[in-house]
């Protein structure tokens, strides 16, 4: 009770020592400060990430206390969240000169080099700091931790995290940061071990229950990502993220309307969603209930008409619908807002087939190709389209442009025998048709998509029977 009293009192002094500081910035006058007043001023600006503040509280500090050393560190450290490490290793190697055995000093120089990184130099000077302050071990890891952390040095940050787990296995904060950094490392079956370990003492934190349903989800296991998810809602039905995060799993199992339900539940919190309007358009589309889908993609362009999704799931809606006039218009407009999706260009191309504007269609397939050359299936739709158009020839370029990026594909080698087999040339034909029934027999079918007169050749058809017999 005295304690939560002092932490209280101590708050109270803080802020009225900060109001007479922004007082005196206001009215452009100068007031004095002590060292622990200037310390508070700027580790206040600091907590509340208000860096350029906390910038002119440190200059103005070394200003009245130009010999402090706790100034002059709280200087470093405030030129090290600007990004600014050059500097502050200047001042911390003056710093360290005046006093070898102050820990902060060694700490602050690890979080600048690191920075700057230099792993090496900032492992030996955090070891350095904990080596002159072993009372403070604990928190100084985790500091050193999340300055790892900060800069996606994870697994630097798992070496002194293993030393604060044999030093305290039951510390929280230690088990949250070790499946977290194990997370980013990708070795989910460790990070779910920690965050397992984490609830066993804390069983009631919705955040690590969150966290686990996304690393189940990441891992494969939908049912228990799912439980998670419900965990972390049971403990706080206002995790917003942890409704759509449901929703997207559920989706994904083509459990439509329980999907439905989730992303309406992250919508009484998250009002204006355009993204999970979308999806919910989505979901009633997969249940062929095209009203539905049309009403709720047009909610989402009411939310954020610059949502590119909305626009191109209309188009795709109208297209499947066979109403490609009307699908060109939504499909236009997502490209209008982002060139670069190369699903857009593929569906608009589809449209402009079904509308018969060929060569524009192969001007979009080209720009879908340009954004994703290993996309095998866009290069089948546009040798289909050339085909159709009794290019073969061209069809041919294509299929050795399709081949240089995704090479011995069989779909792509049965697709160049039909090819040789339409222009006659039956010797390279063969030749093509034989290395694609070594590498996959069972899609020879695909042969037959392009050449579909074959299917009455009687040599063709008894050399790739005999093939399989050859295989066995």
Not at 134 to 151: A, G, R, W
Not at 153 to 168: D, G, I, P, T, V
């Amino acid at each position: 009770m005295n304690d939560d009293r002092d932490s209280t009192f101590e708050k109270e002094e803080i802020l009225k020592t900060v109001r007479r500081y922004e007082k005196m910035k206001k009215n452009k006058t100068m007031y004095f400060f002590d060292v622990y007043e200037f310390e508070n001023i700027i580790d206040y600006y600091i907590e509340t990430n208000e860096s350029t503040h906390a910038y002119e509280a440190v200059f103005l500090a070394s200003q009245q206390h130009p010999s402090s050393i706790p100034i002059q560190l709280k200087k470093a450290q405030v030129l090290v969240d600007k990004g600014e490490a050059l500097q502050s290793i200047q001042i911390l190697e003056r710093l360290e000169a005046l006093d070898s055995t102050n820990y902060e000093i060694f700490a602050m120089k690890g979080s600048a080099l690191s920075l700057m990184g230099d792993i090496d130099g900032a492992r030996k000077n955090f070891d350095q700091a904990l080596a002159l302050d072993p009372e403070n071990k604990e928190d100084l890891l985790m500091d050193i931790v999340l300055s790892f952390e900060y800069l996606g040095h994870y697994r630097e940050a798992l070496k002194y995290l293993k030393s604060a787990y044999q030093s305290s296995p039951a510390n929280t904060a230690v088990l949250y940061e070790m499946g977290f950094c194990y997370n980013k490392l990708n070795k989910l079956d460790k990070s779910i071990q920690f965050y397992i370990q984490y609830l066993d003492i804390e069983p009631y934190s919705d955040n690590v229950w969150y966290n686990l349903g996304i690393i189940y989800n990441k891992n494969g296991d939908f049912a228990k990502s799912i439980e998670a998810y419900d965990f972390a809602l049971a403990i706080n039905d206002q995790n917003a993220f942890a409704h759509f995060n449901k929703g997207n799993i559920l989706a994904n199992l083509e459990r439509y309307k329980e999907a439905i339900d989730s992303y309406i539940e992250y919508m009484k919190i998250e009002e204006e969603s355009s993204e999970a309007l979308t999806y919910i358009a989505e979901c009633y589309e997969s249940l062929n209930d095209t009203i539905n889908a049309i009403k709720y993609f047009r909610k989402a362009l009411e939310v954020d008409s610059d949502f590119p999704e909305p626009w191109y799931g209309l188009g795709k809606l109208f297209l499947k619908e066979n109403l490609a006039e009307d699908s060109l218009y939504y499909l236009r407009k997502a490209i209008e807002l982002d060139k670069d999706d190369p699903d857009y260009w593929i569906a608009l191309a589809m449209a402009l087939e079904a509308t018969r504007d060929l060569g524009k269609a192969e001007e979009a397939f080209k720009e879908a190709l340009t954004l994703d050359p290993y996309d095998y299936y866009t290069w089948i739709e546009y040798g289909d389209l050339l085909i159709k158009s009794g290019r073969v020839l061209d069809t041919l370029s294509i299929l050795e442009k399709a081949s240089s990026n995704l090479p011995e594909h069989a779909g792509l080698m049965f697709r160049t025998s039909a090819c040789h087999f339409l222009l006659s040339n039956d010797k390279e034909a063969y030749s093509c048709l034989t290395r694609a029934l070594e590498i996959n027999y069972h899609k020879h079918v695909e042969l037959f998509s392009w050449y579909p007169s074959g299917e009455k050749d009687r040599k063709l058809k008894r050399f790739i029977h005999e093939f399989k017999n050859k295989k066995i």
